[in-house]
Structure formats: C-alpha cells, structure tokens
C-alpha cells in the first residue's frame, strides 16, 4: 500500500524550488536590485546556523588545516627552493634566483614558494607584451625609479616616490638595470577589459616552459645610461587616460562578461538608503561567515557593492586606462593589473599604520570591547551620497545615537543617557560638565577623547576604503583581534590566512553582530571560552585571544621589513627577465649543471 507523502517532505520540495526559482531569477539578465525581497536584502547572514558545533568552530578548524600544509612546503636549501619555483610557475627561476636565496637567509625569511603567489598574478599578462613596447612604457611614464650599474636613483620628490626609493636601494647591490613606472595616486590605475587579459593569460602560457639547461642565459641585459637617448626603434604608445569619476563604469570592465557586475543594472542615485542584497554574498560565505576571504575581496559576483563601497561611488582622483602598462603601486582591486609593492606606509613605518608603543598590551589587561575610530575616507562624501561608503555605514550601524544627545544639558533631570553602543569619555572630560565651549577644558576634551587607544580593546574591526589606508600590519602587530572587511589586494595577502592570523568580515557587514556575538558573547554571555553551542552563550575569549597572537607572532615572522626587501628583490628580478629581449631562454640552473 502506498503511503501519501509526509507533509514535511513536500515542505523540503517546496522550499528547494523557491530557492533555485530566486537564484535563477537574481542572476537573471539584467539585475534590479528593487525586485530582490525585503527579507533577503536586510537579513543579517551572520546566525544561520542550526547544529550544535558553531560555523566558526569550522571555519577556524579548516584554517588551522589550511596553515599547517602551507608551511609544511618550507624549503631550506637552494636547490629545494629551485624545485619548488619549477614545480609552482613552469620555468627555470630567473637570473639571480642564487643571490636571491641566499638575501632571503641571511634575513630569516621563511620560504614558502606559495608567498609569491602575487608576484606571478601580476606579471604574467606582460610575458603577452613584446619586451621593447613594455621598456618603452616604462621609460616614458612621467614618474619612475631608474636602475643603472646598480645604483638606484629618481628625477621625483613626491613623498611616496622617495619611500619606494629607499627602499629600492636597500637592494639596489642586486638589481640588473631596469625602469620602474610608479603610481603617485590613491587609486590604481589599470583596469585591462576582461577579454584581454584572457587573450594575454592563454598567449602567456604559450611562453611556460623548461629551456634546455644549455642554451640557458643566466645574465640580464644592459639599457643606456640615463641620459643617452634610447637606440631601439619606436616611441611610447598613445595612451587614453579615463577620469570617469563613477569607478564602477571603469572597474567593472575587468569582470568576465557574464558575471553578475557586467549585467547588474548600474546604480546611478545614492542620496537613499542602499540596498544590501545578502544572496550575492552566498559564493564566499558558509553559514553566514566568511569562508573564502579571497573571493570575498572580489566583486564580479557582488554588483550590489557598487553602492556599498566608496571607490566605485566617487573616489578622489580616477586616471585608469583599458591598456596594459607596467605601473607599480602600493595597492589595487582584483580587476586592477597595477603590479604590486609593498605599501610606502609600510616601508616606512609610519606609527598610525604600524602601530604605536601601546600595541604590547596584554590580552588580559583589555576590555572586552570593540571599536571602530578613524578617518571618514574612501572617496568624496557628501550629503547625498555617505550612505554608500562602508566606514559610515559601519560607523552608523554601531552608533544608532542621536545628535541631540551630544547637545543636551546635564542640567536637565530629563536629558537622556547615551547608549551603550556609544563610546564617551571618561566622565571628569564629559562634555556635559564644561561650562562653556569658549572654555580651555574644551582641548583637554578632545585630547582626552582621541587619544583612545584602540589596541587598548579586544578587537579591532577594520574596513579598508582606500588603498593607501594600509592598516592591517598595525592591527596584526597589536595584541587585538583584527576583524577585516576589505575589497582591496596587497602584497601579504598569500602569507595570511583568514580565521588563523584575522578574522575575515563580509563587506556587507551583515556577519559583524554574529562575529562579536561568537568571540564577546551575547545576552547573558561574558569572556572565558564557553563550548560551542547555541545562540546567546557565553563568548570565546580564548578563542579570540589565540586568533590575535598567531596574527601577531606571524606577522613578526613574514611582514617584516626584510620580507619586504625580500619580495622586492623577487619581484623585480621576475620584472627585469620579463622586459629582456630573450626573457624565454633566461634563468638560473645552477642547481642542474
């Protein structure tokens, strides 16, 4: 006898169908936001979980994982690291890859093939450019360092110019003669259409290959002194400079065709609350948490951030091109093809990005509390468009105060309290106290008030707008958790993993009050590492704590000066082959002679 079926199995049928029905219709062309539901657009993603083990438990697990058999591929020797670079990048390592090593274990770098993953990413379309043309570039471009005999020098004084130089220079011994076109904005630069950069990919690959150890050349070419007119034949290409001050137009161009960017209708009004549409999220998240970080930072599947994030609403300053040019900078999207170094900032070990003297702080004199100061950039604000810039919204999502508090006297038996959410300082400097704004007490206020130290605090949420915000190796160095919600790329970024090192945040925010809730604890929750389980417990403070000081002890590890000198050096030997005429039969191989 046949039994009718069990009405929760239809239920499952039924809500199988409306799920796929609603994903086929988001990824419908085109995309209208305004037709997306309610209920999806605000729903926090950051508490859907229904087992006993929390998706953080998992994702930190997955990362632990993700570490060990990264690190497990540490080489020691030359010839090991030699086998390594065949293995990952399908050519001999380039000339130099000797001096190289033994630059790196001179300064205790730790070397992981894997580290340079960036390096690779970034130059691999030029091996597609004829050497010469990409020389020619270079060469032309109105701001750049010049190598010559080993001495590194620039016609520059822009501040950011002269910290790359210095840096330079500290390798300068090392480096074959080359120019290096610099970027002296905020923003980057580059954004090559999609179709080309996969036409360069496909004719890059064509060049990856062993050349025969014999015929190898194991020395780099010589250019003209500087001064002396070039002798090769041709001028610089005629570049076309964009300076579309709506970035999204621009940047979604280094997205495939038939990504949701490229057939997202475009958002043009920005004076009205955005809409947060959570399904675009799903492709990195698992259970309502970030759980592919990388991906995250990358927005061809995230239309809707083209009203969440302030570079594609209105940056500063926009100059990019469709064409393929060898610019370094010190940050960039994932669509951008700018080569990457590490930030000036960094280099120079400015206090407000490295992290001042109260970084050391212990975990255990902190309070349990997180908190979000810094400088409302990311683009030009105005009244009309703030709403679409991640550090307001993260600002007001946080606050929900209200102006008149901060102007209401204390006199008045009804003046409300401000809540809890909102930091005040220290009642002696309360506002509410002052007898008149004209007086001196007003600056000792203000002192009192920015001087909060926020690795004073447990954790440490950072939304990078801008790429010269480089804040992460300051957070890291501290004895905070970091907390991350970013769209943009650095040089690091392979040597750190997400829910190990930092906790990685969707840029949508909607994971922040399930993050905190996870690590601070929520309703009846304190600190002192509660077991996994439901909604509301207690936090995991040790949990929190071995997050940030893995961060930092690996931070102390590999983002250190010297591994940035080692990157360098890397990197622009990789450059200098890449722009030589005979680039497909150079390299070091030493180790197979």
């Given amino acids: 006898m046949a039994f009718p079926r069990r009405p929760s199995t239809v239920l499952r049928y039924v809500i199988a169908a409306l799920l796929l029905t609603l994903t086929l219709y988001i990824l419908a062309e085109p995309i209208d936001f305004s037709l997306i539901g309610p209920l999806l657009l605000s729903t926090p993603l950051g508490r859907l979980y229904f087992s006993n083990e929390h998706p953080i438990d998992k994702l930190i697990k997955a990362a632990e994982i993700e570490f060990a058999t990264t690190i497990s591929r540490e080489t020691q020797t030359l010839p090991d690291a030699a086998a390594a670079y065949r293995k990952r990048r399908g050519r001999h390592p380039p000339p130099g890859f000797d001096e190289w090593h033994k630059f790196a274990k001179e300064r205790h770098a730790i070397i992981v093939e894997d580290f340079w993953d960036q390096i690779y990413h970034d130059l691999e379309p030029f091996w597609a450019l004829k050497p010469a043309q990409i020389r020619r570039d270079a060469r032309e471009f109105e701001m750049r360092i010049e190598v010559r005999d080993h001495k590194a020098s620039t016609g520059s004084g822009w501040f950011w110019t002269q910290i790359w130089l210095d840096m330079i220079q500290s390798i300068e011994h090392l480096l074959p003669d080359m120019d290096l076109a ?16 996969d036409q360069y990919i496909h004719e890059a690959a064509n060049t990856r290959k062993m050349a025969d150890v014999k015929k190898v050349v194991s020395e780099f070419g010589e250019l003209p002194p500087l001064g002396q007119a070039s002798l090769e034949k041709g001028g610089a290409r005629e570049i076309t400079w964009e300076h579309e001050k709506h970035y999204w137009l621009i940047a979604r161009r280094g997205c495939p065709p038939d990504s949701p960017a490229q057939k997202a209708a475009v958002v ?56 393929l040019l060898p610019i370094f900078g010190g940050s960039k999207l994932a669509v951008n093809n700018d080569i990457l170094l590490p930030a000036p900032m960094y280099w120079n070990e400015e206090e407000r990005f490295m992290g001042a003297e109260g970084a050391s702080i212990p975990w255990s004199a902190k309070d349990p509390t997180a908190i979000w100061r810094g400088v409302a950039t990311g683009g030009t604000n105005r009244p009309t468009n703030w709403r679409a810039f991640q550090r307001h919204r993260f600002v007001a999502m946080n606050n929900a105060t209200q102006l008149r508090l901060a102007a209401s006297s ?11 959410n909102f930091a005040l300082p220290d009642k002696r400097y309360h506002h509410h106290h002052l007898p008149s704004p004209s007086t001196p007490a007003l600056a000792d206020w203000i002192s009192t008030t920015t001087s909060i130290a926020l690795t ?34 650095e040089w690091h970024d392979a040597r750190l993993v997400a829910w190990k090192h930092f906790v990685p945040m969707d840029s949508r925010f909607g994971d922040w009050y399930g993050v905190l809730e996870y690590f601070v604890g929520g309703g009846g929750g304190g600190g002192g590492g509660g077991a996994s389980g439901s909604v509301g417990e207690a936090g995991r403070d040790g949990v929190a704590e071995g997050i940030a000081m893995a961060g930092r002890e690996w931070a102390g590890r590999v983002l250190r000066r010297e591994d940035m000198q080692v990157y360098v050096l890397r990197l622009l030997l990789e450059y200098a082959r890449v722009v030589d005429d005979r680039r497909e039969v150079m390299g070091w191989v030493g180790d197979l002679r």
């Avoid at 970027?183 to 950069?197: K, L, T």
């Avoid at 003046?415 to 809890?420: E, G, K």
């Fill in 182 to 197: 610099l970027n002296a904005m905020d923003e980057p630069r580059i954004v090559v259409p999609w179709e080309d950069i």
């Fill in 410 to 420: 204390s006199s008045s038996p009804a003046a409300p309290q401000p809540p809890l």
């Fill in 456 to 489: 004073d605090l447990i954790t440490c949420p950072t939304s990078t707008a801008t790429p010269s915000a480089a804040a992460t190796l300051g957070f890291l160095r501290s004895t905070s958790l970091p907390i991350k919600a970013t769209l943009w790329r």
């Fill in 268 to 323: 043009t009004n920005f004076d009205q609350t955005p809409n947060i549409a959570s399904p675009f999220s799903l492709e990195h998240m698992q259970d309502g948490y970030v759980a592919n970080y990388t991906l995250s930072t990358t927005f061809c599947h995230q239309p809707d951030l083209q009203a969440l994030e302030g570079i594609f609403v209105e940056p500063i300053s926009v100059s990019a091109t469709k064409s």
